[in-house]
């Protein structure tokens, strides 16, 4: 089988006193009564009745706001830091920044300039308006940009200052019979992923390190989204986990999958099950009946509409992680989630 297109952070403790900033609210409405937001003769209505409707477009809405906050936290961030380095050398924060980043960010060179300038009008049509002059400028004070953030970066590092504020979260149901760790664990990552995805292959050895790191704190939720065999009528690797998991093997199943990604289909999953001395019968039998395939499609289904649009696709505590990330950023979003905890 060809492998497929797979798709691709509360409190802020200040630098190192440790004054909070930011906190994310962790929603308790779900035990709260509901109250009705309108009545039609002698019935109420619910925010239920029509936010699943536009959850979508309100879920955007929710991000566009936590994006301007993080950009405004970021730059409140910045400012504090360079006042706080510049203070000790007696110079102005503007004077310091352009003494040890501006500074030392030279100039385009008349060739950088000329390929950029090119690149620039061929994608143009040949009716580029800019002169050579203007791109230099414009090469510069990206540089500079990038400068900046690089040293903003070291600054923090510095400082050991962390971003805790956390984007906004979807309510995301799992399965409790296909969690690994501990099942009483504050934070859950659920995890939409589809076992011949290359990058779920990454993710999944990123995620064994992190429920070591964090053991008790966080536990595991698999769901599938097979990105192509949802729409075949083969019987896929998704339905094969769930006939070992009805013999008490899902996960010993799961990482043989992503183990053995080069082979796939009927003859590997049988001969998986009697690797893992499952009762080669009964595996048979379930896999074949096609028992699972609709939850399987449940799976799928549910994924789309959260936006999971790729794999792998996490939800920690229902916060959107799109795509094998960096294992820094998962961290950065559990170790804020933990702190909600204390």
């Known amino acids: 089988m060809s492998k497929h297109r797979c798709a691709r ?4 403790a200040w630098i ?3 004054i909070v900033l930011a906190a994310h609210p962790q929603a308790a409405a779900q035990t709260r009564p509901q109250k009705p937001v309108a009545v039609v003769g002698d019935e109420a209505i619910y925010e239920q009745d029509f936010v699943p409707q536009i959850e979508a477009k309100v879920y955007k809405i929710r991000q566009q706001e936590y994006e301007l906050k993080r950009q405004a936290l970021e730059d409140v961030i910045n400012k504090k830091l360079l006042r706080a ?4 050398w007696g110079v102005s924060a503007e004077e310091w920044l352009r003494q040890e980043v501006d500074s030392r960010v030279p100039t385009p060179t008349d060739e950088a300039v000329e390929q950029h300038f090119v690149s620039q009008m061929f994608r143009a049509g040949g009716q580029l308006t800019q002169s050579q002059d203007e791109i230099r400028e414009q090469m510069k004070q990206a540089a500079v940009q ?9 600054l923090r590092a510095k400082a050991g200052v962390k971003i805790l504020l956390l984007p906004p979260a ?10 690994r760790g501990n099942p009483d664990a504050p934070i859950t990552l659920v995890e939409f992923s589809d076992f011949q995805c290359p990058y779920c292959e990454q993710a999944y050895t990123m995620v064994k390190v992190l429920l070591t790191k964090y053991d008790g704190k966080i536990k595991l939720a698999y769901r599938d989204l097979p990105l ?7 019987h896929g690797a998704g339905e094969a986990a769930r006939c070992a998991a009805e013999q008490g093997k899902f996960w010993e199943y799961h990482d043989r999958l992503f183990e053995n990604q080069d082979e796939y289909g009927e003859r590997a999953f049988k001969m998986f099950a009697e690797g893992l001395s499952l009762d080669a019968g009964l595996f048979s039998s379930c896999l074949e009946s096609g028992k699972f395939k609709s939850q399987v499609q449940q799976d799928f289904q549910e994924g789309i509409r959260l936006g999971a649009t790729g794999t792998p696709a996490f939800f920690i505590n229902g916060i959107f992680v799109n795509g094998a990330r960096p294992q820094y950023e998962f961290e950065e979003i559990i170790d804020a989630l933990i702190a909600t905890l204390d």
Not at 173 to 178: E, I
């Open 16 to 18: 190192a006193a440790g």
């Open 146 to 154: 990038a400068a900046r953030e690089v040293y903003f970066q070291s």
């Open 9 to 12: 952070a509360a409190v802020l």
């Open 85 to 88: 380095e510049a203070e000790m």
């Open 228 to 234: 192509q065999e949802i729409q075949s009528n083969i």
């Open 170 to 179: 979807h309510e995301v149901s799992y399965d409790p019979s296909r969690v």
